[in-house]
């Protein structure tokens, strides 16, 4: 009963930590038209409240998954969680939009302490029959916490019209459910400490680098996500203005559409038994392009079946890269996923430098334009990794059922 007990208390928490931690990283997503108005800034400089968070937590999530070897996971969740939080209670009194975007950056990298420490803190304290379902909670919160914190800050803005009053909102709910975490967290029972070394640390980081077919992963899973987050975040945009004419609170609801990518998640592991990780890809990307076709169109509802679409086919994807990395590496798997992380966030924060001048010139179609141009580069670098390096793979393979040595190509 104690272990049942023990399992329930630490999935509970680690879940409602990243539903804290979404809740305070995409809230502002739905509300860039009002940001643009009330700091009379760019297109451009609104999206920087998105991108400064990405960026902080892609290079927040390198520190803390480092740290938490040396000094565990349990203390990480709480201080790192605890801090951001504290960035998420003083954003509301900000009135200078430079210290606004550092702010987030900040807010970010703290953040980051969840992503980083939830899966080793899964894999050191239950045991490895349970580790599957928690893991599957906590993918899923991941989800919850980014749709809910758009739509409670798309309402909370149509009932008090104030930036502010739904930043502490925001926070004050994250607080709230913190507390929760505080009081429920188990102490960690398994960890062993490792003495943190940062010359090995950066050591393990180049040679994951050095590795062409990993970065070829690394840099298609940056432009995926840099064009998935930016595209809606330019969407909400489009959405504020004529012919639409959307409020907050409706603009905010078309973020339910990310349950598609829910769903493909939860289809990609069966689909990747069968055809492979690397066919997953490929499909995930294609239905992305198809996507774009739907949100092409001017018509509502075509668009809003585009925005479920491409959500399907981004999950997907990302869902089979993921995976994709580990099989890849035999050693330093945790410096490996961290690295793709780091890429991962950081095409999320760099992403909207790459769309706003199409839609500076050429406005919502210039955005799918771009969109389509990094997803074609994204078939390209699948394309190299496959006459590169899958028939190098099938080789080894072969070599070792016949039970001959053969020396890898380079």
């Given at each position: 009963m104690k272990n049942i007990t023990h399992y329930n208390s630490l999935t509970i928490s680690i879940c409602l930590c990243s539903i804290v931690t979404f809740l305070n990283i995409y809230w502002l997503q739905p509300l860039l038209p009002l940001l643009q108005q009330s700091f009379a800034i760019t297109p451009l400089a609104a999206n920087l409240a998105m991108s400064a968070p990405f960026l902080g937590m892609g290079l927040g999530l390198l520190i803390l998954a480092s740290l938490s070897d040396a000094i565990g996971r349990y203390p990480i969740l709480l201080c790192g969680t605890a801090a951001g939080l504290c960035v998420s209670l003083?954003?509301?009194?900000?009135?200078?939009?430079?210290?606004?975007?550092?702010?987030?950056?900040?807010?970010?990298?703290?953040?980051a302490a969840c992503p980083a420490v939830a899966i080793p803190f899964f894999r050191e304290e239950l045991r490895k029959s349970w580790l599957p379902s928690a893991v599957g909670?906590?993918?899923?919160?991941?989800?919850?916490?980014?749709?809910?914190?758009?739509l409670i800050s798309g309402i909370g803005i149509e009932y008090f019209d104030s930036l502010r009053a739904t930043g502490y909102i925001i926070a004050l709910l994250s607080c709230a459910l913190f507390a929760l975490v505080f009081l429920f967290l188990p102490k960690q029972r398994h960890f062993i400490a490792e003495k943190f070394n940062l010359t090995t640390s950066l050591k393990q980081f180049s040679i994951h680098l050095k590795r062409p077919q990993l970065i070829l992963i690394y840099l298609l899973i940056g432009l995926a996500f840099g064009c998935f987050v930016n595209l809606f975040s330019y969407l909400m945009i489009v959405l504020e203005g004529s012919p639409y004419d959307l409020p907050s609170w409706a603009r905010s609801l078309m973020f339910l559409t990310f349950l598609g990518g829910t769903l493909s998640a939860s289809f990609a592991g069966q689909f990747a038994k069968k055809h492979g990780q690397l066919a997953g890809i490929i499909t995930g990307i294609i239905i992305m392009l198809g996507a774009n076709v739907l949100l092409s169109n001017s018509d509502l509802t075509l668009m809003v079946m585009g925005m479920v679409t491409i959500a399907i086919g981004f999950f997907f994807c990302h869902t089979q890269a993921s995976t994709l990395v580990g099989k890849m590496v035999n050693k330093g798997k945790g410096s490996a996923q961290a690295l793709y992380s780091l890429f991962y966030y950081?095409?999320?924060?760099?992403?909207?430098?790459f769309i706003d001048p199409f839609y500076q010139h050429w406005g919502w179609p210039g955005v799918i334009a771009s969109t389509t141009i990094a997803l074609v580069i994204c078939l390209v670098l699948v394309a190299i990794y496959q006459l590169k390096f899958l028939p190098q793979h099938i080789l080894v393979l072969q070599d070792a059922k016949s039970a001959r040595k053969i020396v890898p190509r380079c």
């Open positions: 003083s954003l509301p009194l900000v009135e200078n939009y430079t210290l606004f975007i550092f702010l987030r950056f900040i807010q970010g990298a703290f953040l909670f906590y993918i899923a919160c991941n989800t919850l916490g980014g749709i809910s914190s758009r950081t095409g999320a924060s760099l992403g909207v430098f």
